[in-house]
């Protein structure tokens, strides 16, 4: 799919016409957590999704480089 930015956001501009999941030559990954922050910010300060049973201090524990990647007082 491709996207054209208008004003601040992605709009997608085109499709695919085949089922991605049938093309994907590598096999897919459960997401398990969604983080976002503003363009301007360094540390990723809000937490929009994360997967049922799974908490950030699990993340934490299990990825040892996210850490610094997020601001974990903010979340």
């Known amino acids: 799919m491709g996207f054209i930015k208008d004003d601040n956001y992605f709009v997608p501009?085109?499709?695919?016409?085949?089922?991605?999941?049938?093309?994907?030559?590598?096999?897919?990954?459960?997401?398990?957590?969604?983080?976002?922050k503003s363009d301007k910010q360094k540390i990723y300060n809000d937490l929009s999704y994360i997967r049922k049973n799974t908490t950030v201090a699990y993340l934490v524990d299990k990825i040892p480089d996210i850490k610094r990647k997020l601001s974990i007082d903010m979340l």
Do not use: E, H, Y
């Open 13 to 36: 501009n085109t499709v695919i016409k085949d089922d991605v999941r049938q093309i994907a030559r590598r096999p897919t990954l459960t997401i398990v957590a969604i983080f976002t």
